[in-house]
């Protein structure tokens, strides 16, 4: 009988270009956003606020309620990002570029908003993103990557020797196969962000 599942070790492994090409396309909009005056025209400053909104709806929420809500909630809100990227990847790759995108620039525009305001940058990357980004930003590349190998071998061109529907399966198979592992690094992620980070950021603010 066949297996159902793929040895996660194996999906990454298979996946690693992926995994950097995901990372760097998050890391070039970040660094982008945060050298560059990009946000302040209307269109990219509208979508930006909207955004900054949203994050600090869930933040106000996360820090009236208690741990194991507030955890919940991070982990949930980490969890349908991350699945779309993964699971709707096949459409082109859309959802994963759009979701790197948004995402790199939110963290380069706080990073710069942080600068002008004069708080360190340093400081805030190694005590306020670091030690939970370590787990979450690793489940978000590998999932992004997924994603964008579905939209690329199921529009573009399927994996060598097989077809676009073997390709899809293929693929699929080892969405799935990641999915505890994600599941693991978000809990992880989201229990150090309610209960260590804002410890270490009283530190620097």
């Not at 996360?62 to 507030?70: K, L, Q, R, S, Y």
Request: one cysteine or more; hydrophobic letters at 55%; proline letters at 7%.
């Amino acid at each position: 009988m066949l297996s159902l599942f793929f040895p996660p070790g194996q999906v990454i492994k298979e996946n690693k270009n992926w995994f950097f090409m995901a990372a760097a396309i998050f890391l070039g909009c970040s660094i982008v956003f945060y050298i560059a005056p990009v946000f302040t025209e209307p269109a990219a400053e509208g979508a930006m606020d909207t955004q900054l909104e949203q994050l600090e709806g869930i933040f106000s929420l996360v820090m009236e309620t208690t741990p194991p809500v507030g955890i919940a909630l991070i982990f949930m809100n980490n969890f349908l990002s991350m699945a779309q990227m993964l699971l709707l990847g096949f459409l082109a790759g859309i959802s994963p570029l759009i979701t790197l995108g948004i995402n790199g620039a939110l963290v380069g525009a706080l990073l710069s908003f942080s600068a002008q305001e004069g708080v360190p940058v340093l400081p805030v990357i190694v005590f306020g993103l670091l030690p939970h980004g370590i787990f979450e930003l690793f489940a978000f590349f590998l999932c992004a990557a997924i994603g964008l190998k579905f939209g690329y071998h199921c529009i573009a061109s399927p994996l060598p020797g097989k077809t676009r529907g073997q390709s899809f399966r293929y693929i699929w198979k080892e969405a799935i196969s990641i999915l505890p592992l994600v599941v693991a690094l978000l809990v992880t992620a989201a229990v150090i962000e309610v209960l260590v980070t804002p410890q270490l950021m009283e530190l620097i603010l």
